[in-house]
T-cell receptor
Framework: DAGVTQSPTHLIKTRGQHVTLRCSPI?????VSWYQQVLGQGPQFIFQYYEKEERGRGNFPDRFSARQFPNYSSELNVNALLLGDSALYLCASSRAPGQVFAGTGEQYFGPGTRLTVT | QKEVEQDPGPLSVPEGAIVSLNCTYSNSAFQYFMWYRQYSRKGPELLMYTYSSGNKEDGRFTAQVDKSSKYISLFIRDSQPSDSATYLC???????FGTGTSLTVIP
């Protein structure tokens, strides 16, 4: 079975531009979460979606938005890019939001999209 | 104060050594705790998780939680060069991650 896929792999943008990152979850997974991982730091939670509805939002500005499609794939959009947005953007899928020990909440991460803002 | 704190290292040990990786957390409501392993240029992969206090063992890996001190640990026995990676602890509904500890096991 294919794992979580993300596109593109790498992206270089200029300050002020807009970017769209895409994620396809594992087949059968209905929840997608997005994380930002700055070099040398752990992933920081941005959004979680389940059944096309936002279930959680981290402490990120309104320049960040996301959506989930009927096929459970997801997009992360970032407007008015800043140098500080340069990071690895990770997508993770799970069967549903929930506790890891219940079996539904275990997250599987994609390889990430490396965004460089110049 | 961050929800989960982790010593970033880096940590370098000889092959066969016992490795101890540690994190602290601030929210006493956290009930489950995860350890992820992240190889260079890859996404994190779940290594182990524990619920509430106590130990959990899986092969060469042991995860330990002490809720009284809000301290979580991962022990790796008989460390191998293939264990060289960044290890991330995490907890909370929104998966608060630590900074990650970079581990190198020298053959």
């Amino acid at each position: 079975d294919a794992g979580v896929t993300q596109s593109p792999t790498h992206l270089i943008k200029t300050r002020g531009q807009h970017v769209t990152l895409r994620c396809s979850p594992i087949s059968g997974h209905k929840s997608v979460s997005w994380y930002q991982q700055v070099l040398g730091q752990g992933p920081q939670f941005i959004f979680q979606y389940y059944e096309k509805e936002e279930r959680g939002r981290g402490n990120f500005p309104d320049r960040f938005s996301a959506r989930q499609f009927p096929n459970y794939s997801s997009e992360l959009n970032v407007n008015a890019l800043l140098l500080g947005d340069s990071a690895l953007y990770l997508c993770a899928s799970s069967r549903a939001p929930g506790q890891v020990f219940a079996g539904t909440g275990e997250q599987y991460f994609g390889p990430g999209t490396r965004l460089t803002v110049t | 104060q961050k929800e989960v704190e982790q010593d970033p290292g880096p940590l370098s040990v000889p092959e066969g050594a016992i490795v101890s990786l540690n994190c602290t957390y601030s929210n006493s409501a956290f009930q489950y705790f995860m350890w992820y392993r992240q190889y260079s240029r890859k996404g994190p992969e779940l290594l182990m998780y524990t619920y509430s206090s106590g130990n959990k063992e899986d092969g060469r890996f042991t995860a330990q939680v002490d809720k009284s001190s809000k301290y979580i640990s991962l022990f790796i026995r008989d460390s191998q060069p293939s264990d060289s990676a960044t290890y991330l602890c995490a907890s909370g509904n929104q998966f608060y991650f630590g900074t990650g500890t970079s581990l190198t096991v020298i053959p």
